[in-house]
């Protein structure tokens, strides 16, 4: 009975720590970080599509600049997403942006052609890039 009390404490702060640790990870500015791919949406699309599991290995986490032709601009509060077109009538390469950034998405038009910049976090219908950041705007 004594050693199950222990694993438990030994288990219990454990997870205090890793959840103290992930809870305080610092904020990675993307604006800041050199790329690691760059890449354009419809090939970023057609990764995930076909084969999930290695794009996954290949994108998951990394900081990607993607180049494309913008579908749609969505406004909420004051968090905007871009949507950039593919060969694909269903999926886009969909960025959320950080919040700096929410005067700039203002002055993107639909159609237009942009390089944003941030982290791929996964597939889900659209390939997802979050704490993106405008890098060019034509």
Request: glycine share 6%; aromatic share 8%.
């Amino acid at each position: 009975m004594k050693k199950i009390t222990i694993y438990i404490l030994i288990i219990g702060l454990l997870s205090i720590f890793i959840g103290y640790t992930m809870y305080h990870k610092p904020h990675i500015n993307v604006a800041e970080k050199p790329v690691d791919i760059a890449i354009t949406a419809n090939i970023l699309f057609a990764d995930f599509s076909s084969d999930e599991t290695k794009a996954n290995t290949k994108y998951l986490n990394k900081i990607i600049a993607v180049k494309g032709k913008v579908a749609n601009v969505e406004f909420n509060g004051e968090k905007a997403a871009i949507s950039l077109q593919t060969e694909d009538d269903f999926g886009s390469v969909v960025c959320y942006l950080v919040q700096d950034e929410f005067k700039k998405s203002a002055e993107i038009k639909e159609g237009q052609e942009v390089i944003l910049k941030g982290i791929c976090t996964g597939f889900l219908m659209d390939v997802i890039l979050v704490k993106c950041v405008v890098m060019n705007s034509k």
